[in-house]
């Protein structure tokens, strides 16, 4: 028998339906935030990757004194003496060394004239070249300045200096020493540091 007129309430959903819908609905919240953890982390090692590539381009970072300094084997200031080192090495170079070689090409160590003929010629011309030979001679006093230095590191049975040999390894050829000999390298570097003034603040004249 049908009743009509009668109100009639819709049909009640079961409990455990319910639970399936909600627990639907947090499913599909929970990807979402998972998607937008995926992006931001994909943005993260995209931008991460592109630091380290940007890092990677610059001689200077990676080379082996900067990192011995960002991973703490060096001060900053034996960094620095590091830098020094690599200068008056290289200029010493440039005016009393045949190319590559590292040993003085004679006991007077005069400017070098075969490498260095075009500059010579030009200096001439422009007439510049007492700025060259002074150029030379300071060279040359900054290098004696650095041996004398290294000089107190040298093994005096044998002759050979470990100390210059590591340090032109570091510095100079951008090759790793030997891990067991940083703190002797840091100990020459502060040498070198004191025996310049690296890494010292020059006081304000009041």
């Known amino acids: 028998m049908q009743m009509t007129g009668a109100h009639v309430n819709p ?3 079961s409990v455990s339906a319910v639970r399936k819908q909600a627990s639907g609905s947090k499913r599909m919240k929970n990807s979402r935030r998972r998607d ?6 994909k943005r993260v090692t995209a931008s991460y990757d592109e630091d380290i590539r940007t890092f990677a381009k610059n001689p200077a970072l990676v080379a082996p004194v900067t990192r011995w300094v960002m991973f703490g084997h060096l001060t900053p200031t034996q960094g620095m003496a590091g830098r020094r080192y690599a200068d008056i090495m290289r200029d010493f170079r440039r005016y009393f060394l045949d190319g590559q070689s590292l040993s003085p090409r004679s006991a007077n160590l005069e400017p070098v004239r075969g490498v260095e003929d075009q500059e010579i010629e030009r200096r001439i011309f422009n007439d510049t070249i007492a700025d060259y030979e ?3 001679r300071h060279a040359k006093r900054q290098y004696n300045r650095l041996q004398k230095v290294l000089d107190r ?11 210059k040999d590591y340090l032109d390894m570091l510095c100079c050829e951008d090759r ?18 004191k025996e310049f003034g690296v890494g010292e603040r ?4 009041q």
Do not use: C
């Not at 937008?36 to 982390?41: F, Y």
């Not at 590191?153 to 100390?163: E, I, L, P, Q």
């Open 176 to 193: 790793e020493p030997p891990a067991q000999h940083r703190a002797d390298i840091a100990g020459v570097l502060t040498a070198v540091a």
């Open 36 to 41: 937008q953890a995926n992006v931001l982390w």
């Open 134 to 136: 002074a150029d030379a």
């Open 11 to 13: 049909p009640i959903k």
């Open 153 to 163: 590191f040298k093994d005096h049975v044998t002759g050979r200096n470990f100390a």
């Open 202 to 205: 020059k006081r304000r004249i």
